[in-house]
């Protein structure tokens, strides 16, 4: 239905609203349907009675029965004294009668429920308050229904001395009405604790129930399946992100308790290795809150911008609060654009945290990789703030790396739908950055702030509203730009961008990293993205064509794939290779049928990998590799030159 309007794909709404529209329009079609279906029986029932009383040669018309005991209201117990009376004058049953009130109940249930859809995904009102407003509709049928049972039984009774006949039947409806009123009480305050903060997320295999790729939970179910994710102590995640100038600066950010609001760090050369006067500097942080979170999920996140570092050197960092050092660890920056040395950097995306995953992640450490490049779909959170926990498996998965390699290993990440938590090519424009996330935004800063006059690069984090999706990393003497695929982010003014810094760097390396393909090697998929493809390709691909980009990461279609060099869709020895699919730990491939019938393709595999790409400065060339979970070569390295991918810098 949804391809039927594109006003539903995504493209207006986040991920979290287009559930929240499905939910709250759902629940009255359901609510509308059941009730139809309900007197749609009630009327078939009423008809066959008719047919029945007209066969029947006893029938007078005056009997104790009529239409009205078919209500869609009656209760068990006004059924069991209209059985009473039947037996005494029998007539023909009428059929259904139990289905007609299910779904006249099951009606008045989704009716009644309505507002309960707004807590389930955090809208507008906090849960106590849908509680009252489904409680009190709930109270209030009950009433109407015991009203009408009692109506009912004078009626039924057709007794002179109704007061009589009332107090004999009375107290069975209302023992009823108390019991159902106790029975929908404490299933109402389960019903809202069990689908209150309800988070989907996929590719996750630590909170459940799972349905296929999907993931789901509640806050009454997390509580019991997740631990505290930041209790008091030592900080409960520090990793590593990069700004601009990757030889001189570095992103340490950390994960604390909520109670420590400002932390220190003390960072200094690795004394070991050099032979100087220790040079112990220290900062605080920048610090902010996390919201929307469960309590086991509750902390403060903190971030150093350290800068004017010695390129290509080891660093000590102590993280110090509380009067104590917390942590220890290392971080070695990447070399200057004079440096001869090899850089390896592991791509991939496309993650989740299924077993794959984390096997996928812990092949990479045989790499020894200066850098992550991860292109987007990183912990499948889908914008979702209760889906914060992701995040938290994600970045553990990731410590798993740092932890066999004694050292920080950075990571430059780009945006992808399930981090944005809404299609590509929106036609919101940049989304609000909050408190309550994207946590992607949030968690991970990947540029400096700018001079709001000069907009010169200023040594500072950018705060949550500062922060932008798309920025540029110097690696050795290599250009990566990380790009947005219209999830926050105009593409033409990316491609803008992207010219303003490439004329300085023309004799550089340039790599660019994006989630949505340009490439596809499925066709429904092709035709179902045609849009951020053909934009891409507007916008994009003449910058990396005229530029020679050497190598484009694309990620999101979960396989394997190289592409030959490419320069204007066609092959050039001297075009851009374009690798992917972000098939990290993923494991469906969309039901689809890979093709290559444009022949663009080297090869195209359906495999959780990730790819190694090797930068070697003094050989003069770049290769990428493919691995496996088993760090078997899927294909030969493909080779570039480096001096075939340079340009003459302009000269001013
Ligand atoms: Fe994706």
Known sequence: MCEWFPILRGKYFTYTEYLFILTIVGFPVFSATSFSISKILNFLNRKKDRSLRLQSPESSGDEYYDSRTQDETISPTFRSISSEKQMLNPKPQPAGTPTVNFFNELGWFFASHWPGCFAVWS???????AFILDYSIFLLRIRYRKKMDK??????????????????????????YTKLTIFFTIFD????????GFCVSSYQDYVGPIFGTASLSSTFTRYFQLPEFCPPGPPCHVYATLPEDTATSVFINVHTNEKYNV????????HSSYESERDVKSQNSTSFKVAGTDRNGRRKLHHFYLDNLVPDSTYQLRIVYDGIVQHRTVYKTLPGQDSPRDVILVQGGDMGNTKATRDVTKATIAMNPDVLVLGGDLA?????????????????DLEQVNEALGRL???IYSLGNHDAGIDEMNRRGGLEITEKGPFY?????QHSRLSSRTKAILPEVPTFEERKSYHYHKIGKMLLFTLDSGYYSDLKEQALWMESILKDHLSWIKIALYHCPIYYACRDIAVKNHEVIDAQRKEWMPVFDDN??????????HYMKRTLSLRNDKYDSLGTVYIGNGQWGTYDHKNCKLYNETGVYESIQEVNHYWAVNISFNAGVVTNTPYDQDNKALLPPGIQRIDQYTMEDIKY
Not at 123 to 129: G, S
Not at 263 to 270: A, C, K, M, R, V
């Open 380 to 396: 499948y959170d889908n914008g979702m703030c209760e889906c914060y926990f992701t995040w938290d498996y994600f970045l553990k």
């Open 441 to 445: 935004m949030t968690y991970f800063p």
């Open 123 to 129: 809208f507008l009102i906090p849960v106590w308050f």
């Open 409 to 411: 290993v950075p990571v």
């Open 263 to 270: 932390i220190g760090i003390e960072y200094e050369l690795d």
């Open 151 to 176: 109506l009912r039984l004078y009626t039924a009774l057709q007794s002179k001395d109704k007061t009589e006949a009332y107090g004999r039947k009375v107290k069975p409806i209302n023992s009823f």
């Open 189 to 196: 305050i389960l019903l809202h604790l069990l689908f209150t």
């Open 548 to 557: 020679k980009f050497m190598l484009a990461f694309e990620n999101h279609e």
